[in-house]
């Protein structure tokens, strides 16, 4: 034990006055009796039969003395010294991540009920000098409060702390902490967490960590995975995938509900560490809402894995404008399925673009597209750090895993165009502007990517009809994959749900202001100059309805499908740069305040003191 | 026609119990050789008028005591026995000191007194009173007296007596077997609240041809005190203080020494042929007399 203020020893000289006063002052209340004959035996007998008899007699002075002991102790404000050096600041970091909202058990508390209870506990044993950040972290990081030692702040922000049904991302808040150091040195942190996050950091620790992980929770199953994508006969295949955490085994219900229709239902017998994947088909003539519903038998800790949203367009084909002059991509094109082709067809409204748009002229480069192959053309931002010059260039490289040149040889194609870069530009400027090389010639770039929004653009810097590229066998790879990429970018290949967190960019009006009502709150919000809504956080899984003015607009669901969360699996160790971190095997104790309890002694004595000695004396008269 | 009263007699007996007290008298078992005779009757043979018994007649017993009808009828000469009366003397001793001056303890050794001398008195014994307890005024003492005209003399004593004072019980003793002469009985009525070792005094008395009939009178604080918190006792003779705190386990232990000394007083009066019986002043006069005595066979 120790003391915070050992100074208040001195109030020990109170004892000098105490015990004077109470010789001086002591007015014991006199009773005239016959003859002391008998009590003089029994005083005599009760000395000779007790030691502590000599205090019994001032039993009275020595109850005071305790009492003055314990308020002195008590003002020298002691404390048990926890498991590392006597911490002035400590930012607590407080996992709220979904996995955190999962029960122990039928009837149980939730980790982060314990983790909160645990944190509480820190919070009443604060000293006078010592402050507590709280942050709590699912996906993002929160700061709840500054470094205060001001309980009711502390616990009130405790309060607020609710389970976000989002994954846990450890990283965030850990730099969010070490930019609070900047301004509040501390040295070490406390997180507070079931492990539910990867084991591996990318992140020097540059404080100490300790890591209090939270008791396991109960077994459990949940969707992990919701996905369509398109087949050829004018469906599309909805998986879903079912998984469960360890030593789990149960029976379940999955419902697959289109517009509050039961369309699709399955019943499963889960075993732990076998992923059960389920294939629905729905029709895909008009656009769908589809919820599914993991109804569970038996114990299930965690509920808001049990349902997930996914959206599903109405399937069209994919509209491709192709320029006159683009013989060969426009043959390419029209030996696939799916393609509405249209040639030099500048569509007449704007705003209604193309899902692909293959050119090389520059004025088309004004056609909207979502996805775009300009071919023999430089970008006007470019211009002056590329040049095509005639003369011929080779390939010198490219990059095999972008999704544009999967599987496409580059190696033997040959080129009367001959891209180059100005004096002294090299690769990075380019990707300064935006730009990534995937093709490299040996004067320059010859194949360009460029992502802007939701719009992807490849820039062949040479005219593929003055290369060998049309003959090569990876042409029609390359332009299958071209397809591939636009259909992804049109939403026509595959639709997946989208997960907790932040909902993924909504194309709406431009410069309107729309509301979107969650399950727990409606925000307000205005979309761009592009009309994109983007940013809009989902702490919690369901529907998030956008309307405007009053007029439900989109419907989109947001779902944890998290392997990670469902599986409630937990590290013992996390891996940083440079060093690891161990969960501690027990509480992690820090200094506990213990003047209240010699106040509550004090107290007890007091009552005590009262009880014995303060009752009316009778007469012998 | 309104019937008048009867006036009391004393203050200290009603005059019902006055009238209860006549027909009883101090049943001593002691034998007595007293030259004076008495209506106190001896368990031995003796020249009363009362017969006893008959024995042989053997050579130079009184002849005036045989009986000559036996001796016409049978011949032979027997002897007529008769109870002695023997005169006895009732010392009754009353403690005045400080220590009785509680709760009633004075008033009730002052009807006791009275009572043994009241039947003393008519039993034709020698009567004196003796009471002790203040230093300055000194004991005080009536001198023997006998017969039914001294009743006024004894309750005028006894009436005036004073209380308080410091004298121990043992010196009021010695200093009653320093004038005390002549055989009986002493009824001492006291609350026998002493720290010295009374078996020399009543040793003492027991030889001075004594039957001893000890009264301890104990007020009801005494029997069973109620002290609470942190008390000062003062000693209401000798002043001295005693700081105790109180508690049950203190109380209980009163009461064990309490009941031990008691027993003690008992065991050292009836090892001397003597009668011992503690009396508190809740209990009422007529039930120690004629019922708490009687059933001790203290009076008959």
Known sequence: ?621 | MVQQSKPQVTSLLSNDVLGRLERLRINATRLFTSKSRGEHLAGRGGTSVEFSDYRDYTPGDDVRFVDWNIFARLHRPYLKLYEEEEEIHVAVIIDTSSSMMFENKFELARQLGAAFGVMGLLGGERVSVFAFGGRERGSMRLPPATGRASMLKLFAFIENLQGGGSVQIEEGLYDFLRRQSGRGVVAILSDFLTSADLRRPFNLLFSAGLEIFGVQILGPQEIDPQVTGDTRLVDSESRHTLDVSSGAYLTSLYQEYRAAYESYLKENCQKRCGHFLSVSPKDSLEYILFSLFRHRGWVK
């Not at chain 1, 404000?77 to 600041?89: I, L, M």
């Not at chain 1, 942050?135 to 205060?148: D, E, I, Q």
């Not at chain 1, 994508?229 to 879903?240: A, E, H, L, P």
């Not at chain 1, 509480?587 to 009262?610: G, I, K, M, N, P």
């Open chain 1, 1 to 621: 034990m120790n003391f915070y203020l050992p100074g208040n020893v001195w109030f020990l000289f109170l004892l000098v006055p105490l015990i004077l006063f109470y010789f001086l002052k002591l007015r014991r209340p006199e009773l005239k009796i016959p003859s002391l004959v008998l009590w003089r035996r029994v005083m005599n007998d009760t000395r000779v039969n007790s030691p502590f008899q000599r205090f019994r007699k001032n039993i009275l002075l020595l109850i005071q003395a305790l009492l003055l002991l314990l308020l002195i102790l008590g003002a020298m404000q002691p404390y048990w010294r926890g498991e590392s050096a006597k911490v002035k600041r400590i930012p607590v970091l407080i996992d709220c991540s979904a996995s955190m909202g999962a029960l122990s058990g039928q009837g149980g508390v939730s980790c982060l009920e314990i983790a909160k209870k645990r944190v509480r506990e820190i919070v009443a044993g604060l000293l006078p000098d010592q402050e507590v950040c709280i942050v709590s972290f699912g996906r993002t990081a929160r700061k709840r409060t500054g470094f205060t030692n001001d309980k009711r702040l502390l616990l009130d922000a405790l309060q607020q702390i609710e389970v976000e049904e989002v994954q846990s991302e450890i990283e965030d808040a850990l730099r969010m902490v070490q930019a609070l150091g900047q301004s509040a040195p501390f040295d070490e942190v406390l997180l507070t967490s079931d492990g539910n996050f990867p084991p591996r950091v990318s992140f020097e620790l540059p404080f100490k960590l300790n890591f209090e992980r939270v008791p396991q929770s109960g077994s459990n199953f949940g969707i992990t995975a919701l996905h369509a994508s398109r087949s050829s006969s004018g469906y599309w295949d909805v998986f879903v995938i079912v998984e469960g955490s360890q030593k789990a085994q149960n029976t379940a219900t999955l419902e697959l509900i289109r517009d509050a229709e039961v369309i699709g239902r399955e019943h499963l017998t889960l075993t732990s560490g076998q992923a059960r994947q389920m294939l629905f088909q729905v029709p895909a003539k008009e656009a769908a809402f589809l919820t599914v519903k993991l109804a569970l038998d038996g114990f299930d800790s965690l509920q808001s894995d049990n349902i997930a949203f996914l959206s599903l367009p109405t399937m069209r084909p994919l509209s491709c404008y192709v320029a006159g002059s683009m013989v060969s991509c426009s043959r390419a094109l029209q030996g696939m399925e799916g393609i509405d082709i249209r040639l030099d067809s500048v569509p007449a409204a704007a705003g209604t673009g193309y899902d692909l748009v293959v050119t090389d002229r520059v004025q088309d480069l004004s056609i909207e597209g979502k996805t775009c192959l300009y071919t023999g053309i430089v970008p006007p931002d470019l211009q002056k750090l590329v040049s095509v010059e005639r003369g011929g260039s080779e390939v010198v490289d490219w990059s095999g895993s972008s999704p544009l040149l999967r599987h496409v040889e580059w190696s033997d194609v040959a080129m009367l165009d001959q891209p180059r870069t100005a004096e002294g530009v090299s690769e990075i400027d380019l990707e300064n502007l935006g730009y990534e090389v995937l093709v490299h010639g040996n004067r320059g770039p010859l194949l360009l990517e460029k992502k802007e929004g939701e719009k992807i653009s490849f820039y062949l810097l040479f005219h593929c009809d003055r290369s060998t590229l049309p003959y090569r066998v990876g042409f029609p790879v390359l332009m299958h994959n071209l397809v591939q990429i636009a259909l992804h970018q049109a939403g026509l290949a595959e639709a997946r749900a989208a997960q907790t967190g932040v909902l993924p960019p909504l194309k709406l009006l431009p410069q309107q202001s729309y509301s979107v009502s969650g399950p727990n709150s409606t925000r307000h919000e205005k979309t761009d100059d592009r009309g994109v809504l983007a940013g809009l956080p989902a702490t919690s899984v369901g529907e998030y309805v956008v309307s405007l003015a009053g007029a439900e607009q989109m419907r989109i669901g947001a779902s944890l499908l998290s392997s990670s969360e469902t599986f409630l699996s937990y590290t013992e160790e996390i891996h940083f740069n440079e060093l690891s971190v161990r969960t501690a095997p027990v509480s992690v104790r820090t200094d506990q305040s213990l003047w209240r309890y010699f106040a509550l002694l004090a107290f007890c004595l007091l009552l005590l003191e009262w009880w014995f000695f303060h009752k009316p004396l009778r007469s012998w008269k």
